[in-house]
């Protein structure tokens, strides 16, 4: 393959951050979508988050109880071996993504199956578990609504808990009726859709020996792990086949089932605005004549030891995916999450995908740390208090670190430090300045040349004043 | 009239984006801050908070400016500054640099917080829209210290602005690394402006408005972009005038 080295969090191939960018705003309908998507579950979030009067205590919490994770995390991931096997699961550990695909590809043709259902899979999608399964001669099918719609359409996520909400509902028909026998007379109706999905799927979870699932949380005291979710078919993919491969990243534990509490009640409202998800599944191991035969629980890095020990960069690893930095972010709502490149996409994306691939001389990793404005608002809603724009601006530090010396942009930064910190290089500049109204017409510039023309291809720029505040205050005051 | 007010020692960091191009502002400060009996200084030796470096990644090339920062305004017992991007990089980002600042207020703050005054006797016959921009919102937090000193203006029609905590799409270099969606996010906030029918958009930081007024003054839409302290500093006696063609 020649690229095993690279990780694949971020999408192979992926441009730098503004050239997707601009594909994607010359969308129209993404955007409106968008806009339309984000805007309504902002509104429904703020409302559900408002009715709880200790929710900044609970993100307080929250934030505690993922810091004490992180800073002993060795401490509770052996706890948490210790009490899966002690009730009959088996733990593998994988460094990296090659790792843990073979591990699930191993398990899934020693159980003798030929394709594997699938749900609440990001770090599958993080590690690309389905190409791999698929070169491996195993077909996975999502359960997951809009990952199935992904998955059938060959298309990739563009939304953490909505991964389809680029695509509209007629589209949604197409790509069913392209890859779903029998539904030849499919209307866009959406009660219809979703029964076309569900008989198609029915199909899957009754035949399927083996599932794969991800974890929203691993508790571990008791060696449990748990998965929220609002269509049901996560609970099916977890009681039906006969083997359970759970894959999960090494931060997602809580210590106690006391410290859950925290995570169900942050996790819902800053994802779906509601007050409890519908469904809420909890294993524990394996049970007799109950559930999974064998239970398998991967335990993937994939970079995010790495991740752990930058001490600003670590708290992105708080993460629990809500999604709610993306519903807020001004930059997603106009972009869409494909052009990110990554299945994280929107602020969290900007903020994990660059750590968790970890080199900062791939462009289009070194482009995602820009692709804010720094407005803030993720920070603002983020459940486990993520501050996502210090984060951003410290890898900005790294990507600046990783770029030639010598670009022009490091010399430009490198003399106006310069002349800024010598207040009469400053005076002197400003002097200078003022010939800029030459360009001007009124005291305003409306086309410079590039690089100035990326401002005003859609702004004016003033003219630096006649005389400046200093020299004026010099002039009447000094 | 206001007497000698007990605040010490008052200086304005004009910052170097007012400075250099939105003088009125900082005279404007200036004169307001005297009308309310303060008496200001302006330490010549400043220059800029050098939050463009670090926001952009350049961390080390920002210190030498927030260490002339620190060092012109040694002694002062408040530092006015009529932004609140400028404020917060020097309350919140210095202490990450080993820069200790000293106490640095945006403008509002220093006016309700420090003055205690929201009604500062201005006269303004405008209808005016307010945006807070980001790093006022929620990097200081001065919440709605602005609205209730435009509340208290004189003949100022205060119209809301829809989506008002939304980004302009200034953010810095951002409006020239990520030109389109800056511009996107401008088109939309023009948009909500021109929804108000107000005459006057403001805010607390010129960078902001710089970046609003630049896409008003393409749209030539008669909107005027007007910093805070230009509101709160005009009077029955010295209005403020709209600005001519020319400036
Ligand atoms: S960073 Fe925070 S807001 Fe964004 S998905 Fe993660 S937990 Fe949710």
């Known amino acids: 393959m020649g690229d095993t080295a690279r990780n694949p969090v971020t999408w192979l191939g992926s441009p730098a951050f503004p050239t997707a960018a601009k594909t994607a705003l010359a969308d129209d309908q993404l955007r409106r979508n968008l806009k339309h998507a984000t805007g309504l579950i902002r509104t429904k979030r703020a409302g559900a988050v408002a009715e709880l009067p200790d929710w900044e205590q609970l993100r307080l919490s929250g934030e505690a109880i993922k810091d004490d994770v992180l800073a002993n995390l060795d401490t509770y991931l052996l706890r948490f071996e210790e009490s899966v096997a002690a009730r009959g699961g088996t733990v593998h550990w994988a460094r990296d993504a090659a790792e843990a695909n073979e591990i699930v590809l191993r398990l899934a043709r020693e159980a003798g199956a030929d394709e594997v259902v699938k749900i609440k899979s990001m770090a599958t999608m993080e590690i690309g578990l389905n190409e791999a399964l698929q070169a491996g001669g195993v077909t996975p099918i999502e359960t997951d609504l809009a990952e199935l719609i992904v998955q059938l359409g060959n298309d990739r996520p563009s939304h953490i808990l909505v991964p389809a909400i680029h695509r509209n509902r007629t589209e949604i028909r197409d790509i069913f009726k392209a890859a779903m026998p029998g539904t030849e007379d499919l209307t866009d109706e959406p009660v219809e859709l979703a029964a076309a999905a569900r008989a198609f799927l029915r199909r899957k979870f009754l035949s399927a020996k083996v599932a794969v699932s991800g974890a929203n949380f691993g508790v571990a005291e008791t060696g449990s792990v748990v998965v929220v979710e609002s269509e049901g078919n996560g609970r099916m993919c977890l009681t039906l086949p006969e083997t359970l491969i759970t894959v999960m990243g090494i931060e997602k534990l809580v210590p106690t089932w006391q410290d859950l509490e925290v995570f169900l009640q942050l996790l819902p409202r800053s994802s779906t605005a509601e007050r409890m998800n519908p469904y809420t599944s909890v294993w524990t191991g394996v049970t007799p004549g109950d559930g999974p035969r064998d239970f398998h629980l991967v335990l993937v890095d994939n970079g995010r030891t790495d991740t752990l020990a930058s001490t600003v960069g670590r708290q992105a690893l708080r993460c629990i995916r809500c999604s709610a930095c993306l519903n807020v972010c001004p930059v997603y709502e106009r972009t869409g999450g494909q052009a990110y490149g990554s299945v994280y996409p929107g602020p969290i994306g900007a903020i994990l995908a660059p750590q968790l691939g970890g080199d900062m001389h791939d462009k289009h990793a070194a482009s995602l740390p820009f692709a804010s404005s720094l407005c803030g608002a993720c920070f603002e809603v983020c459940p486990v208090r993520i501050d996502i724009p210090s984060v951003l601006v410290h890898l900005r530090a790294k990507a600046v670190e990783a770029k030639p010396k010598y670009s022009p942009e490091a010399i430009g930064m490198a003399a106006m430090s310069w002349v800024m910190a010598g207040p009469r290089r400053f005076r002197a500049a400003q002097r200078l300045a003022v010939a800029g109204r030459l360009l001007s017409r009124g005291g305003r510039i409306r086309g410079l040349p590039f690089p100035g023309s990326k401002w005003t291809d859609s702004r004016d720029l003033p003219a630096p004043a006649k005389e400046s505040f200093s020299a004026w205050w010099k002039r009447t005051r000094g | ?247």
Request: hydrophobic share 40%; proline share 6%; with cysteine.
């Open chain 2, 1 to 247: 009239m206001p007497t000698e007010r007990a605040t010490g020692r008052v200086a304005l960091f004009a910052t170097c984006l007012t400075d250099t191009f939105f003088p009125d502002t900082a005279r404007a400060v200036v004169r307001l801050l005297e009308r309310l009996g303060c008496s200001v200084e302006f330490p010549q030796d400043q220059t800029c908070c050098g939050q463009m470096h670090f926001n952009t990644g350049y961390r080390a090339k920002a210190v030498p400016l927030a260490r002339n920062v620190a060092s012109v305004f040694a002694g002062y017992d408040a530092v006015v500054v009529p932004s609140g991007s400028c404020a917060g990089m020097v309350r919140h980002v210095y202490p990450d640099l080993s820069v200790t600042p000293g106490p640095v207020y945006e403008l509002s703050e220093f006016l309700i917080d420090v003055l205690g005054i929201e009604d500062v006797g201005a006269y303004f016959p405008h209808r005016v829209t307010y945006h807070p921009t980001c790093h006022s919102l929620r990097m200081l937090g001065v919440g709605d210290k602005p609205l209730r000193l435009l509340r208290a203006v004189r003949g100022l029609d205060l119209v809301e602005l829809p989506a008002a905590e939304s980004c302009c799409g200034f953010g810095g270099t951002f409006a020239l690394k990520n030109a389109d969606v800056s511009s996107a996010m401008l088109a939309d906030k023009m948009s909500c402006v021109l929804d108000t029918g107000a005459d006057v958009l403001t805010a607390g930081d010129n960078s902001c408005l710089m970046h609003m007024g630049g896409g008003l003054s393409r749209l030539q839409a008669g909107v005027h972009p007007v910093h805070l302290a230009e509101i709160l500093a005009s009077t029955e006696e010295e209005p403020w005038v709209t600005p001519l063609a020319t400036r």
